[in-house]
């Protein structure tokens, strides 16, 4: 466990592994514990920095409404300073994709690369997410520790296990319970996501970009992740069959095969 200083509080960190360095980006109102063992299984090949954002965790940087995606950026950097690190590859899920693109965009001499996962921008045609999804978050005040199985639902591939999806919620639950994670905090990183809509930048973005989509995403359409590849130029799209809109929780070992060789195709030390 570290803690990286900035001007607000602490971001804390946990590191894992030796190798090429790769930062993983949790998505809304999730944090570090939530990557589910899937930073053990790439730090088999990596160095893997995992962390909570701010508002969420161990962190003591609070989310306010009026920060944008480039302050959520300042959360990576920060950590990569404290660690003296110069680059690393910068792997973000939803939220965490959007964070991803924008360190890509304004730190770009520390991003190696970028992998984008089921993330979505302004501008596609589609919507942003699901209709399901808009709903579950607008009731989910209301309903506190009651969308837990709708939330497991939404966020793994139909083909996944009950079983899987029963555990999830009862995990995600206790997590939550234990930090007591603050409302304000989820609808500071929703008013986040919805003014990153300028997908006309995302052609400035010169590090290899990476993105994919679980087929069976009920969370955010798929075709999002289309635009976004359409839109970055020289951009590397997969699909991964069976997967949800956090496909490293239906299919952790191809997720971390599909993402290693990414990297290794990127980066020379690897």
């Not at 590849?229 to 951009?235: A, D, F, L, V, Y």
Request: proline share 6%; aromatic share 8%; charged share 25%.
């Amino acid at each position: 466990m570290a803690f990286a200083k900035t001007r607000y509080g602490k971001i804390h960190y946990t590191v894992k592994g030796e190798g090429p360095v790769v930062v993983l980006v949790r998505g809304l109102g999730r944090w570090s514990v939530h990557w589910y063992g899937w930073d053990i299984e790439l730090a088999k090949s990596f160095k893997v920095i995992t962390f909570d954002s701010k508002g969420l965790g161990s962190s003591t940087v609070p989310m306010r409404p009026w920060h944008t995606m480039k302050e959520l950026t300042e959360d990576v950097a920060a950590i990569l300073k404290h660690e003296r690190i110069d680059s690393a590859h910068i792997i973000g899920t939803s939220l965490g994709g959007k964070i991803a693109l924008e360190f890509a965009l304004t730190h770009s001499p520390m991003a190696k690369s970028i992998t984008v996962i089921a993330a979505s921008i302004g501008g596609s045609g589609h919507t942003r997410i699901s209709g399901a999804a808009a709903k579950m978050l607008i009731e989910a005040p209301w309903k506190l520790g009651k969308i837990y199985p709708e939330l497991a639902r939404l966020l793994t591939s139909p083909s996944s296990p009950d079983e899987l999806r029963a555990k999830l919620a009862r995990d995600w639950l206790a997590e939550d319970k234990k930090h007591r994670k603050p409302t304000f905090t989820v609808i500071g990183q929703l008013l986040a996501a919805w003014r990153f809509r300028n997908w006309e930048r995302l052609s400035k973005i010169r590090c290899p970009v990476h993105v994919i989509t679980g087929k069976d995403d009920l969370f955010v359409p798929r075709g999002n992740s289309l635009f976004l590849h359409e839109k970055i130029p020289g951009s590397t799209f997969t699909e991964v069959e069976k997967a949800g809109h956090e496909p490293h929780i239906d299919q952790p070992e191809a997720m971390a095969k599909v993402v290693a060789q990414f990297i290794k195709k990127h980066d020379p030390s690897a």
